[in-house]
């Protein structure tokens, strides 16, 4: 599997040509155009290992291009099914990062096309053995942050320590691990970089599915390739994966909110309904002048929804998305539809993630050969009546092209 990484390359700008007339208005002569003309500069060899990115950059010079922007391809001979050998199309930008998942020798083709004119260049790359066997669950866990939610209450652990222990544990025995709502995440790690390929989903994030009575909202996603190789997601190597609820209008991007530990002494406040055991149970505050208090349901009232193990207040961050909720009970607060979303999530119908839907901090789309490292959060922040709390339940994240 062959997958790209984009540097974006300026455009020569465009000749003019200024005419001018003398005092007797004579015609000028028609100054002839230079047609176009492309030059590459690509070495003939490359060598990496496998699951390790080599970059290839070749030297491209346009003359005469008229303001046209140049189209690049990347292409790779490969076999198919029926035993045909075809052209296929790893990469669309003049930079290549090449990656590949097998040991064997790569004929790469490299094409530029400006107007009409098309030049071509060749390389090969000789991808070596690792002698590793690699496995397509990310097993390792990194990081773990519970948002606040009905599952807290049955771990033990009283330090960060004890609790990436136990989560390790959990995704090592292939149990769940609880996110609570919103903000709360996973963050695990591939033994490889998964590679990005061209045209094709890359992973999958696995979650728990709604029950009877509890109701699991989507989730969102965090990449990161490993450039440095220095073998931990440093903060400058995250990117969000923009889904289908990305670009909408009811998409709150950088929203933070901070949970308060509530006091054990309190006395509860109920409401009107008879599932609402204590509506001011667990205080937040967020950075958009929003308070509020999430409710302690009596279904759960001896649960303990609050992370004691955070201290007494906390705060987590993310893009809020919006999640329709639906009361179906007639304003009775016991039965909801949850809604959904079309792509690029976990949790929904179909939860496998392109790569390159990879955008940064400022919503511009980047161009990585893969990934190493995947967080997942809960990016919705509701609760759906007597069912309490919308929270995420992680299950596994799994390269789906190994």
Not at 5 to 31: N, R, W
Not at 134 to 161: Q, R
Not at 203 to 223: G, L, R
Request: aromatic fraction near 12%; hydrophobic fraction near 40%; charged fraction near 20%.
């Amino acid at each position: 599997m062959m997958k790209k990484y984009i540097i974006y390359l300026l455009c020569i700008p465009a000749i003019s040509v200024f005419y001018s007339c003398s005092k007797d208005s004579v015609t000028p002569e028609p100054v002839p155009v230079p047609a176009p003309s492309i030059a590459i500069k690509l070495a003939a060899d490359f060598a990496v290992a496998r699951y390790n990115v080599v970059l290839i950059d070749p030297e491209v010079t346009i003359e005469n291009s008229n303001g046209i922007v140049p189209q690049y391809k990347w292409s790779i001979k490969v076999t198919g099914k029926d035993g045909v050998v075809k052209d296929s199309v790893i990469c669309d930008t003049k930079t290549l990062q090449f990656i590949a998942p097998k040991a064997n020798d790569y004929a790469l083709d490299f094409t530029v096309t400006s107007g009409k004119v098309t030049k071509q260049a060749a390389a090969k790359v000789k991808v070596s053995e690792t002698n590793k066997t690699y496995n397509s669950k990310a097993w390792s866990l990194v990081d773990f942050v519970p948002a606040p939610g009905i599952n807290n209450d049955i771990y033990s652990f009283t330090t960060k320590a004890e609790a990436l222990a136990e989560m390790q544990l959990a995704l090592t025995n292939g149990d769940e691990i609880p996110l609570g709502t919103f903000g709360g995440y996973v963050v695990t790690k591939f033994d490889h970089t998964v590679i990005n390929a061209y045209g094709k989903r890359d992973f999958i994030v696995q979650m728990s599915e709604n029950s009877s009575f509890i109701k699991y909202p989507p989730v969102s996603v965090y990449v990161a390739y490993d450039a440095n190789k220095n073998g931990i997601a440093d903060e400058n190597e995250w990117y969000e994966i923009a889904g289908s609820e990305h670009h909408k209008s009811a998409t709150v991007k950088n929203y933070e909110i901070t949970y308060y530990k509530p006091d054990p002494a309190k006395p509860a406040a109920p409401g009107k309904a008879a599932w609402e055991f204590d509506t001011t149970y667990l205080k937040y505050t967020d950075n958009k002048n929003g308070s509020g208090a999430i409710t302690k349901t009596t279904k759960f009232r001896r649960a303990d929804y609050y992370p004691s193990w955070l201290g007494a207040t906390y705060t987590l961050k993310g893009t809020k998305v919006y999640l329709p909720v639906k009361d179906v009970s007639d304003g009775a607060g016991t039965s909801f539809n949850v809604g959904t979303f079309d792509w690029g999530y976990g949790g929904i119908k179909d939860p496998s993630i392109d790569i390159s839907w990879a955008v940064d901090a400022n919503g511009k789309k980047v161009h990585l050969p893969g990934v190493d490292f995947v967080k997942v959060y809960v990016s919705s922040f509701g609760a759906a009546g007597a069912s309490d709390l919308l929270i995420g339940i992680f299950e596994e994240v799994r390269d789906l092209n190994l």
